[in-house]
Nanobody, 115 residues
Framework: QVQLVESGGGLVQPGGSLRLSCAAS????????MGWYRQAPGKQRELVAR???????NYADSVKGRFTISIDNAKNTEFLQMNSLKPEDTAGYYC?????????WGQGTQVTVSS
């Protein structure tokens, strides 16, 4: 399996920014797609963003224009830049990777947006 280690969560005021990181244990050339889900208590799991090995991206309508997903291939690391954060962005964020090993998940990192 691919190991994924997340970091970058925390507490931020509305309108602020955070950058999440997800480091993979294998080269991103072996990964077909990476992305982020988020889960808040009592709410449906939501696909936040996804990026393929070809560089194609998809975003949830709720974050489009505010979040940007990217990959640093040299570091085998995926990033989620989150700007203009809103209280409704509060959730646990989980990165994932699809590869020949199957689907792998990060341990999760909490993002809390509150004044």
């Amino acid at each position: 399996q691919v190991q994924l280690v997340e970091s970058g969560g925390g507490l931020v005021q509305p309108g602020g920014s955070l950058r999440l990181s997800c480091a993979a244990s294998v080269s991103t050339s072996r990964i077909s797609a990476m992305g982020w889900y988020r889960q808040a208590p009592g709410k449906q799991r939501e696909l936040v963003a996804r990026i393929t090995r070809d560089g194609n991206t998809n975003y949830a309508d709720s974050v489009k224009g505010r979040f940007t997903i990217s990959i640093d291939n040299a570091k085998n690391t995926e990033f989620l830049q989150m700007n203009s954060l809103k209280p409704e962005d509060t959730a646990g964020y989980y990165c994932f990777a699809n590869s020949l090993f199957g689907t792998s998940w990060g341990q999760g990192t909490q993002v809390t947006v509150s004044s």
